[in-house]
Structures are given as C-alpha cells and as structure tokens.
C-alpha cells in the first residue's frame, strides 16, 4: 500500500513538471546546437573524402559504413589531429569529377601519374603500393602480354589500367580493345558475360574478388603505382603534409599502426581465400593421415616381428596374427582412400616438424658457441646433449619423411654429372670428426677413372654419408677405406669397414626397414634401421644396386654399383 | 655503413634466431611476417639483401619473389630463400623464381652470416655454395 502511493505521488509529480521540463530540454537542446555550431568550426575541420567500391583498400561493407586500408588510416591521422571526416560514396570517375570542382576536399586512393599531378595536388609519400595484374575466365590461357593481342579487355574508366592498356597495346603493336565499366565489380562481371576476354584491376581488388565471378589470376603483373590521396590542385596542402607527416613516422617501423591495419586487411584477404573450415577440415584430415601412416609403420613392423616367433608358437598366436592382418589391410585402405593428402601432408609435416626443430638446434648452437654469455662446463655438457638429441631428431624425421616418400612413389631424383672427388671429400669432412672421436682412421683411394657420374647429387651424398656413417658407428677399432673404379661402364665404390661385421643370417634382411644388426642384450646402436632401406632404394631409382659382403668380427663391406653416363669424358664445349 | 637485410620470415622463433645472428653480425635487420608487408617494407627502405621464407601465409614466397623481380626498384635485390629442403625440387622452384640463393633449415649458427656475406658479396647471377 504504502509503495503504491509512493509511486502514484511519484507520476503525479513527473506530470506536474512535464511542460516544465519540456521546456527545459527545449532550452538545452538549443544552447547545445548553437555551442555546437560554434565550436566546431574552430574546434575540428570537416573534411569531405570521396571513396569508391575498391575492398580492401576502400570500400562500404554490409552495415554502410566506410572501411578499408585509406579509411582506418585516414580515421586514425584524423584522431591524432582532431580532423571530422565525413565519406562519401561515389564511383570513381564520379569521385574524381567532384574533386575537381571542389565539391569534396579529399579522394582517397589514387594512383600517382604525372598527368593527375597536373590537374591534382598529391602528398609525398605513398599509402601503398600497387600492380596492375590481368584476370581472365578460368581454362583461358593467358601468360604473357603478347596473349591479349586482339582481345577485349575491360578496365575501369578513367583509371590508371585503362590509360596503361592502351599505351601498352601501341607501344607493343598489339590490337587490344580496352571496354570500360564505371566500377570494378562491373569490370569483373563483363569478362564473366563474355563482354571481354580479360581484366585488368589493381591485384589487391582482383585477387579478392575474382573468384566471385570465376575468374583467376593471370602471370601478367606490369607497372607498381604508387597511391596515395588526393585533393584539388592548390588546395590543403597543410592537410596533405600531415598526412605525409603520419606516414613517414608510422611506415619506419613495423610494430605501428600503420602496418597494423594493413596486416588486419590482408589476412581478411586471407580468410577469403581459404575458408576457415577448409583450414579445419584440411588439419583433421591431415592428423588422420599421419595416424594411419604410423598406424601402418608399427603395424608392419610388429607383424614383422612377430611372425617369426608365432611360428613357432602355437596356433592361437596365428589366429591373432590374422586378426592383426585384417587391421592392417583395414588401416591400409583406408590410408589409401587418404592416398590424395600425401602430397599435402608430406609438405605440411615437413616444414611443420622442422619449424620447431630449426629453433631449437639454432638457439642451442648460439649458446654453444657462447654468443649471450659464458657457460660453465655442466651448462656446456647438457646443452650439447640437447643439441645432439636434436639433429637425431631431425634425422629421424628425415628418415620417416624418404620412406614416406619412397612408399608413396614421390621420391623425385635430379639427375645431373657432377665430379666425384668433391662429393667425396665432402662427405669425409662431415665424418671425420666422429672417426677421429673412436679414434679411427678414415682412408679415401682417389682414382682418375670415373671422374664424373650423372646422379641425384644430394641424395647420393645422402647414401654416402649413410653408408661411411654406418661403418664409423660399427666400428670399434681400425680404418674405413672408401675405394671406386669403373667397370664395364659402371662405378664400382666400395666402402670397407674392419667393424663388428654382420652375421649372415642378417644379411639378406640387412636392406629391409627396421633392420639393425642386433648385438645382443648387451649393445644397442641408436638409429631407426631406415638408412639402408633408404639408400637401396635410392641407389636402385638411380638405375644401380648395393651389394654388401660381411663377416662377424673381421667387418663389412658394401658396394655400390652405378652406371656411367655414355660420354664419361667431361663436357667441353656446348654442343654436348 | 652496416648493410640492411630484410627478414620475411612468419614463424616467431625463427625470425627472432636469424634476427639474433645477423645483428651479431652486424647487419641492420628490418622484418615482415608475410610477403605483403616484406614488398611494402622494401620499396619504402631498399634493402640490401632479403632473406624469404617459403611457406608464408597468404602470398608465398615464389610469389613474393616473381613481384619483387616485376618491381623496377626492386628488381636487383639479392635474395635468398631460407627454408626446410621438404619436398624435391623446392631449390629449383626458388632459383626459377628469381631467387639468387637458397640456404636451408636447421640453420647453421656458425655458417649462417657467413653465407649471408658471400651473397652479398658474389655478383648478382652466381649462387655460391
């Protein structure tokens, strides 16, 4: 009861002083706009910018309102001088014509020529740069300037494209009909209707938009410009020259906001590009992939394994072994219906996986070296561990990379004749060091015959540093002898060990992957048993074998077996 | 005067490690994580050398070296790609598209100025190794 009257006294109150206060807001709101007309003309100048329909550099988005590189820049010089801007929309020609009559104070976004410089007042230093690039209808095959002789090509009027195009088709003899829409949108879509063959836009508008109207990008990409704002002749130069003021402060470093908001455009670009899910969907896909294919490798390697001990065993184990079988051939289809993300994978994987690894083998071998400061000998000690534990890593991820490779037939050789002395030496230099550790000795019989072999050269460098690797790692005490002749049009280089040997029941599995000379309980050799795997195949793609002969405790020796080019004799002249 | 080398490169770590061994080596280091922003920052302060990164977001780095090439004022520059050797041909690819050497990951801090002065240093055509 008492809340009710207290509110009825309450609204009798309110309409009580209703005309008053009406009045009263009357009153204010006059003193308000008279102090703002006022003010404002001394406080803040109005300026008026012409902005045409040009994503990303400007443009209106779905709201209405102004967005792009020219405006977040322009908005920001404004906040920091206390200009009001106000934008206006208009198609280009349009925008230009205001200019020129005065009806607006700036034009955003105008390529620099010395023929507007005439009838224009420009400010130094550039907003961005830009290149004129040609669009056409997707399957139309055009790669150089000469393509567009008697096309149509649609540019918009009055632009800088347009002007380009024509003294480009005289200066170059080409008939090219230069077709103009009044925006860039309109340029796009008369190729799209077959009004014209091709496109020239600014690439920042093309890029973006193309796809819209099923066109794509061409490899021709001809005269950078540089833009800037625009306004009349003779007119706000001081304006112009804050601009550039701005400009030459923001654009010398690369944390301003400057390159803020040309980041914040371009990766919407970006987005554009490639659809979020797309990214999603791809990085799913791709860590399936990558389980199946372990999936696989540890599938195959523990049937491997095992086989040879369920023989032995009893039946129940092989029933298992079939089970394991039906997995495998499950998980092996379907890695083969996701046959089509290897290529993907393998790239995304590699760099992927090596990123990381760069930095951290980078920055441990800084502090190794001691660059930040000194280190004390435990520091010293652990971070060669660290470093050490690294390049293994990053070996590892070699191997599994080939053998991916090799498995899924993109293994790609470039063959060329190289010297053989070099390569070699090469390789010493790279082993000696871990010889020298065991204290053994490394010795290379150079021969006059073959000096040169046409082969992958890194991955033959690869086999090498595989093989010589192996005998240093095998080896406990003696030499390694590195040794090669041509024979019957082959090179024959063999690679001595007075290592452990090899017994001969490993022999024939020596070359299958995951195999590794095992030595008992008692010694274990680091390593994924993928080199010798690897190196065969490579050997074997190059049109060669490797054959290796061993016996336990006396060493080992692998040959490998190449074939020479038909002019062995090194090239002279050009004919060959 | 110590040269200039622009550093296009978008993983963090890894421009901060090539950042760290050129200023140790007395370059001047100036950086963009995308080829947009790296041709902006060259055509506003020429460098003297680029070092590009491939795999970069957006524009990659064949791109990015085909429109350094196309820009008069930057067509002279001597670049260098740096990147993990992945996939074949990766070297092929980079020299075919105008770069003028290639240096691959895990970077070598001992060697890393090193070869960074003998492009500079060797003319524009030859790639020492």
Redesign the interface.
Known sequence: MRKGSKRCFFMDYIRSRGEEIDRILLYAFLIFAFALFIIVPFHAKTLKVGIAQNKPKVYWDEQGNPSGIFVDILDYIAEQEDWEIEYQKAAWDENLQLLESNQLDLVADVAFTTDRDKIYEFHQIPVLFSWTQIFARKGFQISRLEDLNGLRVAALKNSVQASLLQEMGKGLHLDITVVTATSFDEVLALVRDNKASAAATNYHFGKLNARRYNLEETDILFEPSSLHFAAPKGRHIDILKTIDKHLADQKRRPDTQYYRILKKHTSEEHEHGIPIWLIWGSLALISVTILLLVTVIIFRHQVHKRTAELKRANQDMEKRIEERTEELSLAMHKAQVADMLKSAFLATMSHELRTPLNSVIGFTGILLRQMPGPLNDEQKKMLSIVQNSARHLLSLINDVLDISKIEAGELELHMKEIELVPIIEDVFALINPQAEEKGLELNLRVSDHPRFIIVDERRFEQVLINLMGNAVKFTFQGKITLSYYAENNFLILRIEDTGIGIPNEMLSKLFQPFMQVDMGIDRKFEGTGLGLFISRKIIEMMGGSIEVQSEPDKGSCFTIKLPLSPQETPCENESC | MRKRVLLIED?P??F??MQ??LE?GGFQV???D?G??G???A??NIPDIILLDI?L??MDGYTVM??LR????LAKIPIVAV???????NR?LALQNGANGYIE??????AFTGQIEAFLNSSNTEVPK
Do not use: C, H, V
Request: glycine share 8%; proline share 10%.
């Open positions: 993983n770590e890894n901060f490690l760290y061994l140790k100036m950086g963009a995308n947009w922003l041709i902006e920052m055509l506003f795999q977001p957006g085909r429109r196309s820009t008069p004022e990147t993990s050797y992945a996939m074949a041909g092929e990951k895990p970077i070598d801090p001992d």
